[in-house]
């Protein structure tokens, strides 16, 4: 399979030539990947879990990580579908995840389409879990938040690895 980084973003994914080859570029992407794998077997996955609950209306922090590392993946899971997540990618602009609502109903339900997607949507249960696409670099800095509307019960868990 083919890779490709995401522009704005180091997220990797398939790409093919029009004529359904793989494109020079991609070649290049692929090797670069392969080694990127190569380090990574020779550093200690790190993960990170905790629990709000019942958390009121605000911001939570979650995680703070300093130093240069590569998302692994994780998932978050709500009580609430109003519920979202703040992200810092070193010192850029914090990006705001849409609601689960709002995931649901753009119906991100696989990994590396965009930083989250939905895992789990019961309006019956009230509970909605919400996946952390892997391969997402950050440089000097992650920082991720979660921002609540309504009071709700929120457990995480978060896989990553420093480089």
């Given amino acids: 399979m083919t890779f490709q980084a995401r522009p704005g973003r ?3 994914q398939p790409i093919r030539h029009a004529g359904g080859g793989l ?9 670069e990947i392969l080694k990127q794998l190569i380090i990574l077997n ?6 990170k879990s905790g629990y709000y609950g019942p958390a009121g209306v605000g911001t939570y922090p979650l995680l703070t990580i300093i130093g240069k590392g590569i998302i692994l993946g ?6 609430k579908n109003s519920a979202q997540l703040k992200f810092t990618f070193d010192d850029e602009t914090p990006i705001t995840s849409s609601s689960i609502d709002s995931l649901y109903q753009q119906e991100l339900f696989s990994p590396n389409i965009d930083l989250l997607y939905v895992v789990r949507y019961d309006d019956v249960n009230y509970n909605y879990r919400v996946g952390l696409s892997p391969g997402y670099n950050f440089e000097t800095k992650l920082k991720i938040e979660a921002v609540f509307s309504a009071s709700t019960f929120l457990s995480y868990l ?3 690895v420093l480089i």
């Fill in 10 to 12: 180091s997220m990797f």
């Fill in 42 to 47: 020779h550093k200690p996955t790190l993960m």
């Fill in 23 to 31: 494109s020079p570029k991609a070649e290049t992407t692929f090797n």
């Fill in 74 to 79: 994780g998932n978050f899971n709500f009580t």
């Fill in 158 to 160: 978060f896989y990553y």
